[in-house]
Each structure stands twice: as C-alpha cells, then as structure tokens.
C-alpha cells in the first residue's frame, strides 16, 4: 500500500514531523500491507479467550520475522507470549489483545493485535535505543483458564523490567487515558443429594434450593453498599438439575460483581463468599467457590504518559478527549487497569464505525474488518510509535515515572 494513501494524515507541526513523522511514514510505507493481512487473518480466525492458539502463532511468527526474540507459552499460559527486540535503552512494553466473543471480533481485538504488531516492527526499524517488548495477553473478555491474563501477569512481576506500557483499544471516537470498573465472578457451585422427587425427597439434599436461596441473599446485600461504590451484580444459573421429579444434586449460580472501587468490591466479595457459605451449611450442601475471572481493579491514569500521547494527536490535528477525567461513570472493565498499578500504562482509543456504536455488537464487528478499519488502525500506530520516540529523543521518562509515584 503507498504511503501517499496515508499523506492527509501526517499533520506534524514542522518540529515534530522531521522528528518523527517522516520516519514513522516510511517504516509503516514498508510494513503496513502485512499488518493489514495479520489483522485480517486474526479477524478471520475469531479465536475465543484461552484458545487464541493460531493467532498467537501468526503474532509471535510476524514479530519473530521482524527482529523479535518471542518466548512462547509465556507464564505457562499456552497462548501467552513475550517478543524481545534485545535492544538497550529505553523499555518500552505494548500490549496485544486477539480473544474473540462468541459473535465474532465484535470488541476489535485483531485491530489491537495489528497495532501491537505494527507499533513493535516501527519502532524496531527506527531507533535501535528503544527495547520494545510486546506482551500477547490471552482472554481479556474473561474466557477459560487465563481469563484476565493481565491480572496474573502483572500479579507475576512480568512488567517489572518495562519503563512503561501502552495499550490502545477500538471506540468511536479519539481518546487518552480510561476509566473502568473493577470487576469480578465467581462460580458458586453447590453439591447435594439426588433422591426421588416424590417417593423419597427427605433422602435427597436440594442443591437447587439452596443457589436459589443464596442468590436471594447476594440479591440483598445490594442494599449494603452505599450509593457512591456504584455497585453492579449480576447473577445466572448455569447449573439447576436435570429433571423435574428428581431432587437436584448439582446447582450452580455465576455472580458478578463491579464497582467503581476496587477496595469496596474486595470487600463485597467477601460478603457474597460468607453468604453462600452460610446458605449452603443451612442447606446441608457442599459448596465449591471457583473465581471465574481475576478481580480486573480501576484504572490508574498515568497523566504525563496520556498528554504526550494527546499532543502527538493534537500535532496530527487530532483533537483527542481525556477519558481519565471528568465526571462521566465508568462502564467497562479491563484486565489493563491492573497493567496500571504495576507500572506506568498510557491508553489510547481509535475510532471504528459510527458515534455511539455499541460494543460487543455485531455492528461493532463489522466495523473492526481491517478493511473497513486500516486509516484509524494505521495513525494508532503513527500516534503510539511517534509519542515513544519523542519519549525516547526527548528523555521525558522521568516525568512519567515520577507520575506514577505519586499516583496521577
């Protein structure tokens, strides 16, 4: 693809495009029409969470062919993997995302892979000063045994060499910085007896009453949080016997569980697991409580990593907003957010389809086909690698450090 499809879309200020920007436009000249068809095999593939094991395979063999160092089944997660250029200097770690949901790519994450991709061969091509790692993180959507995988990564000390972390994610609209909820689920399963309904219920143990009994005492607790924690459950049955004139033996309720404070819903986790326990002993049940996904915490913005990623916008003519701020309520969950309390994370969101297209939709699909996505896909990675070689140039690593110590 020529790069002159992509001229209107290098609007540096003069400063910074010689820079940069003439730098990144010829690398991507060279790279993007393999990045376009990455994207679209992943696309193609729609992998779900812990079971990307060809999309992991296309991302780590493109990195390997571009000068990457990839060490696969990374943290023992098969479908993880770690890609190191071994360059010194500057570490820079970006994030790659490639679960799909059951309807397809509806959240875009081959787009994220791509920009992961894209970003890595760039910057690998334009400064030998930059140690650029890229992190494939399995299952963001919460799917299988490394459901939230960035949880248990950050938890693993796997970010502690980085300088810092970028990740991006498909929207509608430009954007720095993110708010989320912290979130989590657990599977409570409940272990009975099984008996005849009719001839013999007193033999029998009902693990369908008491789930449905314990779901009347999590449904309660609502009352107990005060209204500035934001609290949301969500409850279903999964489990609930298998015929009507037998007393059930197997029940099991998923709860999850969000707010807008993570210390609140450690807490409020504790209150479901006393609860559940207290029923199911009442009950004469065994009870088994499996954490479906990790607890996914709040978002830590990283103030000084998010307005160099805006005013790269900006010099792009770009007029980006600063998710981080305001007063606008959260309504997303990420295992990034953890990402973020372990070291410096700076985000960026691109825009796909229309103002106001509903995530996880089959519309939201539609609009992350690469075909229809590559100008937002291409300047992501124009913004993400011109912002971290003018991190790099201009020594600014001290600023984002000492805005992730104090907290901003």
């Given at each position: ?220 607790l609502r009352g107990w949080a005060k209204l500035d924690k934001h609290l949301v459950v969500g409850m279903i049955f999964t489990e ?169």
């Amino acid at each position: 693809m020529s790069s002159g499809v992509f001229k209107t879309y290098l609007k540096y200020p003069l400063y910074i495009y010689h820079l940069v920007g003439m730098d990144i436009d010829k690398a991507l000249e060279k790279i993007f029409p393999g990045i376009l068809d990455l994207s679209k095999e992943i696309y193609g593939l729609a992998e779900p969470g812990s079971e990307e094991i060809e999309s992991s395979r296309l991302l780590s063999e493109y990195l390997s062919e571009n000068g990457f160092k990839v060490e696969k089944n990374y943290k023992e997660m098969k479908t993880a993997f770690r890609a190191d250029n071994g360059h010194k200097g500057l570490r820079v770690g970006l994030l790659a995302e490639y679960d799909a949901l059951p309807n397809g790519h509806s959240c875009g994450h081959n787009l994220i892979a791509a920009w992961a991709a894209g970003t890595a061969a760039s910057l690998n091509m334009l400064d030998k000063g930059i140690n650029v790692q890229v992190f494939g993180t399995p299952s963001e959507e919460g799917n299988g045994p490394y459901a939230g995988s960035k949880c248990m990564l950050a938890d693993m000390g796997a970010f502690k060499g980085v300088d810092f972390v970028i990740g991006v994610h498909p929207d509608d609209r430009w954007g720095v910085g993110g708010k989320t909820l912290a979130d989590t689920t657990l599977e409570l399963k409940f272990r009975g007896r099984s008996a005849h309904g009719a001839d013999s219920p007193e033999k029998g143990i009902n693990a369908l009453d008491a789930a449905v009994a314990a779901y009347g005492v999590i449904n309660s607790l609502r009352g107990w949080a005060k209204l500035d924690k934001h609290l949301v459950v969500g409850m279903i049955f999964t489990e609930a016997g298998k015929a009507t004139n037998v007393v059930p033996d197997k029940a099991t309720l998923q709860v999850e569980f969000r707010s807008t404070s993570t210390e609140f819903l450690a807490e409020f986790e504790n209150k479901v697991r006393e609860a559940a326990n207290g029923v199911a002993s009442a009950y004469g049940a065994d009870l088994i409580i499996d954490q479906a996904t990790p607890l996914y915490k709040t978002y830590v913005n990283n103030s000084a990593l998010d307005s160099i990623l805006k005013e790269t916008l900006s010099s792009m003519g770009i007029d980006a907003s600063d998710n981080g701020s305001g007063n606008e309520f959260p309504s997303g969950s990420t295992d990034e957010a953890n990402v973020s309390w372990v070291v410096p994370t700076g985000h960026l969101d691109f825009p796909i389809g229309y103002t106001g297209i509903p995530g996880h939709s089959d519309e939201f699909r539609e609009a992350a086909n690469p075909d229809n996505a590559k100008y937002s896909l291409y300047k992501a990675i124009q913004v993400a690698a011109g912002a971290i070689l003018q991190i790099s140039r201009e020594n600014k690593i001290g600023q984002i450090r000492n805005c992730f110590k104090s907290g901003e």
